[in-house]
């Protein structure tokens, strides 16, 4: 722990650390240095994917126009349009002056205007960009009804800006400084303070503090890099208060955007509402009733089917609810809080009654403290909500009672939730995102897909299901002719499999979204078709994170690009789509090689998402190699059914970037030398001979830069479908 002292520009002093001394601070932020070093390596080692990491504005007025430009990310070189996911929202690559000798203006790539229409509505909204290597990855912009964009840092103790209730105040964060607004409050008032950071993909941990005139602190409240950050200030005195926000850890910059709304609890904004980010485990969710249960002292008798919205108004709040069921009846409940990013940890028991009158008494039958818990180590499903399928073993009226566990006071006193009851029902959700192409399944960050000619992608889809474990047949509709891809099983003793998404050789460039769907099918039994919900990384691991930070998003995107080929394709051999083995035995799956300039070295195929008891070893393919066979063993033990897996392909390829940007600079060099050939231009000779040289040097680095090089790339496909039978 380190005690702080704040200066009058704002910035943070700090005295001495109780548990670190300064060396040890200073190799902690060598360490992270070097894993940030590392971690850009790491990238640079794929094929060119756009990534989009901060943006110049994240906070939109509706009916406004205002500049807006990439702040920070990778591959983004050439950046010369937005996609906002509302057509209101559009922008226009802003154009520089032109270069001497040319009336052609030069595009000032990723830099934009962005017009926001009067209808488009108060709400989060999101923006990818798009360059040389594709479409990125999606950021979140929030559109107000009123935005104040400040451009001087509020970072003055004496003289902080004031707030204006319902305005939205945004900027970024500077490392080791406080933001300072100042509030005039109102005696008896209640004011509700908003900090929009997790809504809007900040890395932003905030600490929002009221300070009074006389230096004494009213109000402290803690963040996490989870949700935004909402408290309730009630005002004892009419005087103006200081409003202090910073980051838990003293960050700042690109990435450490905020947004501070201040709005009266007796007027509350309605749009606020529905800017939330949503977690992966979030697809379970519901909506919430709009009104608020009344909170009771004795138990509320609820019929089936059951919803209502609730609190936890204190951190010894017991809610009570009675269930009157009959012997055999099976119900599905779950509460619904910490999947819309409640502070909370919610445990549920069910009792049921022993005697009657006077003499009865409570016994407990069931514990429940979380739901789902489905990971793969990037993406988690887990949730605290309970979750539970009942079946009542007598004719009786049931007693629930909801506890929430988390009752710390530093992120909220009061949380919302939801309590649902209905007639038990099988059923499926499907969550689906890109992942990272990495041979360590752990390592992930937020990219675009960018597809070339015969290149794949990997798309996971999860299945989160309730009641029956019945096998579900993963597809993408409507995919267009240019991109391949095949069907995909999760079996019934899986939660997840992987799609694998081929671009062919004739492409255009195009942005095309993808629509997955699956259907669970038992016998002749088929479901109707359950639409995945996609998600998206928003921030690696690393630093004060120890896993990636997820969420919910608008849609799922390939982008193709047709400049650009993959020097190799692993692909399965005519006849080898779907092979049928029985349990103990082995087959061998034929597979085919194709392989172009900068293609030729060996590839070492490494088994994805295999079934149980079930091996493949990594198989080299010597770089000569244009047909291989690779043997799959089948053990006793496996569990008859369909599934689906893939090879990974690890190998140097090589290839050359950026051409055209070589080429535009060469047309350039050849249209000042003819400049200078003309018998009218003699009088600009010493001029021209200046910027031809300059060209020159330009168009000599240039060659360099766009040599192919080699990178490591991790290939994926070919995706096979094991029919195992007993």
């Given at each position: ?48 994917a ?13 009916g ?12 983004n ?7 906002f ?7 226009q ?39 040389r ?79 009074s ?23 004892i ?31 509350p904004l ?23 249960t009344a909170?009771?002292?004795?138990a ?8 209502i ?12 609810y ?12 779950h509460?619904?809080?910490?999947r ?13 009654p022993?005697g ?47 506890i ?36 360590d ?41 240019s ?9 019934s ?15 255009d ?10 259907q ?5 039994s ?15 691991s690393?630093g004060s ?5 997820t969420?919910l998003?608008?849609?799922?995107i ?27 035995k ?12 900068g ?7 490494r ?19 244009t047909?291989?066979?690779w043997k ?17 392909g ?19 060099l ?16 010493a001029?021209?001979?200046?910027q ?6 330009r ?14 790339v ?13």
């Amino acid at each position: 722990m380190t005690c702080h002292d704040s200066l009058a520009d704002g910035s943070v002093k700090r005295r001495a650390p109780l548990r670190c001394d300064l060396p040890t601070r200073l190799i902690q932020l060598t360490v992270l240095a070097l894993f940030a070093c590392l971690a850009c390596q790491r990238a640079t080692a794929q094929l060119p994917a756009f990534e989009l990491r901060g943006v110049s504005q994240c906070f939109l007025a509706a009916g406004s126009e205002s500049d807006f430009s990439i702040t920070q990310g990778t591959h983004n070189s050439l950046a010369d349009r937005l996609l906002f996911s509302d057509p209101g929202i559009v922008a226009q690559l802003k154009q520089g002056a032109a270069r001497a000798f040319d009336n052609a203006a030069q595009p000032s790539w990723g830099q934009f205007k962005v017009k926001v229409a009067p209808e488009v509505k108060p709400g989060r909204y999101e923006v990818r960009a798009g360059g040389r290597f594709g479409l990125s990855n999606p950021r979140a912009v929030i559109v107000a009804p009123q935005v104040h964009a400040l451009t001087t840092p509020p970072h003055d103790i004496n003289n902080p800006p004031s707030l204006a209730i319902d305005t939205v105040h945004c900027r970024q964060t500077a490392a080791a400084k406080r933001e300072r607004y100042r509030l005039q409050a109102e005696a008896g008032k209640t004011y509700r303070l908003a900090v929009f950071c997790s809504s809007i993909d900040s890395e932003l941990i905030p600490v929002i503090e009221v300070v009074s005139q006389q230096g004494n602190t009213l109000l402290r409240k803690f963040g996490n890099d989870r949700s935004d950050l909402t408290v309730d200030f009630s005002a004892i005195a009419s005087e103006p208060v200081t409003v202090c926000l910073y980051d838990a850890l003293y960050r700042g910059g690109p990435t450490y955007h905020y947004g501070l709304l201040v709005e009266d609890t007796t007027q509350p904004l309605e749009w606020t509402d529905h800017v939330q980010a949503f977690p992966p485990s979030a697809i379970s969710r519901v909506d919430l009733p709009s009104e608020l249960t009344a909170e009771i002292s004795d138990a509320t008798t609820l019929t089936i089917p059951a919803a209502i919205r609730a609190r936890f108004d204190h951190s010894r709040d017991r809610d009570q609810y009675l269930l009157k069921l009959s012997q055999g009846q099976a119900i599905d409940m779950h509460v619904l809080s910490d999947r819309i990013n409640q502070p909370t940890n919610v445990r549920m028991l069910i009792e049921q009654p022993q005697g009657e009158g006077d003499g009865q008494t409570w016994k407990r039958i069931a514990t429940v403290e979380n739901g789902q818990n489905v990971t793969d180590s990037v993406i988690r499903l887990q949730t605290r909500d309970p979750i539970h399928r009942f079946t009542a073993p007598a004719e009786a009226t049931y007693r629930i009672t909801l506890i929430d566990l988390d009752n710390g006071q530093s992120l909220s006193s009061v949380q919302d939730y939801g309590f649902f009851a209905a007639p038990a029902s099988d059923r499926f959700q499907l969550l689906a995102y890109h992942t990272y192409p990495h041979k360590d399944a752990k390592t992930s960050r937020p990219h675009g897909c960018c597809l070339r000619k015969h290149e794949s992608c990997v798309v996971r889809v999860f299945a989160l299901r309730t009641g029956k474990n019945e096998p579900i047949k993963i597809t993408v509709d409507n995919l267009p002719d240019s991109l391949t891809c095949t069907e995909t099983w999760i079996a019934s003793n899986q939660n997840q499999a992987d799609l694998i998404i081929t671009a062919k050789e004739d492409i255009d460039a195009a942005t095309i979204p993808l629509n997955i769907v699956g259907q669970s099918i038992n016998g002749d039994s088929t479901s109707p078709l359950v639409a995945a919900k996609p998600a998206v990384v928003q921030w690696p691991s690393g630093g004060s994170r120890t896993s990636p930070t997820t969420r919910l998003t608008d849609q799922l995107i390939v982008q193709t690009q047709p400049l650009d080929t993959m020097p190799v394709q692993v692909t399965l051999a005519p006849g080898q789509e779907k092979l049928q083995i029985q349990k103990g035995k082995p087959v061998n799956v034929k597979l085919q090689i194709k392989r172009a300039e900068g293609g030729k070295n060996n590839i070492v195929l490494r088994a994805r998402n295999l079934p149980a008891d079930t091996k493949a070893g990594d198989l080299t393919i010597p770089g000569d190699k244009t047909e291989i066979e690779w043997k799959i063993e089948v053990g006793g033990k496996a569990v008859p059914g369909t599934y689906s897996f893939w090879g990974q392909g690890e190998t140097k390829v090589k290839l050359g970037v950026h051409p055209e940007v070589h080429t535009a600079e060469v047309q350039y060099l050849e249209h000042l030398k003819a400049l200078r050939a003309k018998e009218e231009t003699k009088d600009q000779h010493a001029e021209l001979d200046k910027q031809i040289a300059a060209t020159t040097k330009r168009v000599e680095d240039l060659q360099k830069q766009t040599q192919p090089k080699d990178y490591t790339v991790y290939l994926a496909g070919p995706a096979i479908t094991l029919e195992i039978t007993p």
